[in-house]
């Protein structure tokens, strides 16, 4: 079964951390651009970040530049977000999702995305 699992929110101080794990099973994420996304309540679900499957590209939304930073190891099948300085907007869902493809396409093609994680939960709050 072809599955993609998040871990790693929790809740946080404001200008804390947190590291989002996103691991693959049932198939090799070599050959898969990976994105991450976010949905707050009552919000539009909102790209974040991409990576190309080599880790050569790494692409982010204005929001979180300077802050956030992807990565991925390929020999583990998991893509890492590194989350800095976290501030309350960026409280969400947080979703990692793969996609069949070695670049990475504009963060508001969430539809080009082939397998998507049942996502985790971030909260920054004093």
């Known amino acids: 079964q072809l599955q993609l699992v998040e871990s790693g929110g929790g809740l946080v101080q404001p200008g804390g951390s947190l590291r989002l794990s996103c691991a693959a099973s049932?198939?090799?994420?070599?050959?898969?651009?990976i994105g991450w996304f976010r949905q707050a309540p009552g919000k539009e679900r909102e790209g974040v970040s991409c990576?190309?499957?080599?880790?050569?590209?790494?692409n982010y939304a204005d929001s979180v530049k300077g802050r956030f930073t992807i990565s991925r190891d390929n020999a583990k099948n998991t893509v890492y977000l590194q989350m800095n300085s976290l501030k309350s907007e960026d409280t969400a869902a947080y979703y990692c999702?793969?996609?069949?493809?070695?670049?990475?396409?504009?963060?508001?093609?969430?539809?080009?995305?082939?397998?998507w994680g049942q996502g985790t939960q971030v909260t920054v709050s004093s």
């Open positions: 999702a793969a996609r069949r493809g070695m670049l990475c396409v504009s963060l508001s093609r969430s539809d080009e995305y082939n397998y």
């Open positions: 990576i190309s499957s080599t880790g050569g590209t790494r």
């Open positions: 049932g198939f090799t994420l070599d050959y898969y651009s």
